[in-house]
């Protein structure tokens, strides 16, 4: 074999070499990242609440949310299933993306002039298919069935089990700068912006266990949304309507504390507008659509 052959045979094992090695590392990052997430996962134990605003249920009998599409009551039953102690941070996400070699997704401008919300432990900001991807693959990776939460299973994480809790806080209160952040603490971990974000772990958890349930920005679900669906939702493991236009949101978007009560739904388009502005490719998705995952049995 000549020597041009030989270096390019040479070239060739060493460059295959990089690849074998580099597709090794990206597997083992996977793997950590998986098992990370499962060991994070709170095992909650099914059963049957009441879903939707039971203020009439307690105390003065009065609603607790403004919302009107929460008002009707209806009996929900759920298998058992597990639910990230913790939303997905921005180190998560940054990890799952350079294992599967996905591109990163545009960088949404807020972040430009207000970079502590970039940091590692900061909840990430993605659209509903990345947030749905991120999961799923969380499940191929593990072999377990994991997926976004439905609509059901959020709120009966956030509330307990079912429990008449308005928020998900470790004693059912909204108490600014006690189990919620106050306005001065929000401006500190926001470059001064205000924002309702800052970082995981920070306040107690609920009952349960889990972390900023209905706070620190909106959770996807898995659900679809319509007004009127808690008033044909079936009983059994509810999953939402079988389709429409708007991605169900669970969680505090800022100002009002309505957002953050157990029981109050929101809604977006899966790729959220910025501002009013339809270019994701130029303006991102805000730091506020945030989700944790499921496991299902």
Same mark, same amino acid.
């Given at each position: 074999?000549?020597?041009?052959?030989?270096?390019?045979?040479?070239?060739?094992?060493?460059?295959?070499?990089?690849?074998?090695?580099?597709?090794?590392?990206?597997?083992?990052?996977?793997?950590?990242?998986?098992?990370?997430?499962?060991?994070?996962?709170?095992?909650?134990?099914?059963?049957?609440?009441?879903?939707?605003?039971?203020?009439?249920?307690?105390?003065?009998?009065?609603?607790?949310?403004?919302?009107?599409?929460? =008002?009707?009551?209806?009996?929900?039953?759920? &298998?058992?299933?597990?639910?990230?102690?913790?939303?997905?941070?921005?180190?998560?996400?940054?990890?799952?993306?350079?294992?599967?070699?996905?591109?990163?997704?545009?960088?949404?401008?807020?972040? =430009?002039?207000?970079?502590?919300?970039?940091?590692?432990?900061? &909840?990430?900001?993605?659209?509903?298919?990345?947030?749905?991807?991120?999961?799923?693959?969380?499940?191929?990776?593990?072999?377990?069935?994991?997926?976004?939460?439905? +609509?059901?299973?959020?709120?009966?994480?956030?509330?307990?089990?079912?429990?008449?809790?308005?928020?998900?806080?470790?004693?059912?209160?909204?108490?600014?700068?006690?189990?919620?952040?106050? +306005?001065?603490?929000?401006?500190?971990?926001?470059?001064?912006?205000?924002?309702?974000?800052?970082?995981?772990?920070?306040?107690?958890?609920?009952?349960?266990?889990?972390?900023?349930?209905?706070?620190?920005?909106? +959770?996807?679900?898995?659900?679809?949304?319509?007004?009127?669906?808690? &008033?044909?939702?079936?009983?059994?493991?509810?999953?939402?309507?079988?389709?429409?236009?708007?991605?169900?949101?669970?969680?505090?978007?800022?100002?009002? /504390?309505?957002?953050?009560?157990?029981?109050?739904?929101? &809604? /977006?388009?899966?790729?959220?507008?910025?501002?009013?502005?339809?270019?994701? +490719?130029?303006?991102?998705?805000?730091?506020?659509?945030?989700?944790?995952?499921?496991?299902?049995?």
């Amino acid at each position: 074999m000549n020597k041009k052959l030989i270096t390019i045979a040479v070239g060739v094992c060493f460059l295959t070499g990089c690849d074998q090695g580099s597709a090794a590392a990206d597997t083992q990052a996977a793997k950590i990242l998986a098992d990370k997430s499962i060991a994070n996962m709170i095992p909650v134990q099914g059963g049957e609440f009441i879903m939707g605003d039971f203020g009439p249920l307690v105390k003065e009998k009065l609603p607790f949310s403004i919302q009107q599409d929460d =008002k009707k009551l209806h009996k929900v039953v759920l &298998s058992d299933f597990g639910i990230s102690k913790f939303k997905v941070t921005n180190a998560d996400y940054a990890a799952y993306l350079k294992a599967t070699g996905i591109k990163h997704p545009p960088v949404n401008i807020l972040l =430009k002039d207000y970079p502590s919300m970039t940091k590692d432990d900061y &909840s990430v900001g993605v659209t509903w298919q990345q947030a749905k991807d991120y999961c799923q693959w969380l499940g191929k990776v593990s072999g377990k069935k994991i997926d976004l939460p439905t +609509e059901a299973q959020w709120e009966y994480a956030a509330r307990s089990r079912g429990q008449y809790l308005p928020f998900a806080t470790n004693n059912g209160k909204f108490e600014e700068g006690k189990n919620v952040p106050s +306005e001065d603490q929000l401006d500190e971990y926001t470059d001064g912006y205000g924002f309702p974000i800052y970082p995981i772990g920070k306040y107690p958890p609920n009952p349960l266990g889990l972390y900023d349930m209905g706070l620190s920005g909106s +959770e996807w679900v898995n659900d679809w949304y319509a007004s009127d669906y808690y &008033s044909h939702s079936q009983v059994n493991d509810p999953q939402g309507p079988k389709k429409g236009t708007r991605k169900v949101l669970r969680g505090y978007v800022g100002g009002d /504390s309505q957002y953050a009560l157990t029981m109050s739904r929101q &809604s /977006s388009q899966p790729v959220p507008k910025f501002g009013g502005r339809d270019n994701y +490719e130029k303006y991102g998705v805000s730091p506020l659509y945030v989700f944790r995952c499921v496991m299902n049995k």
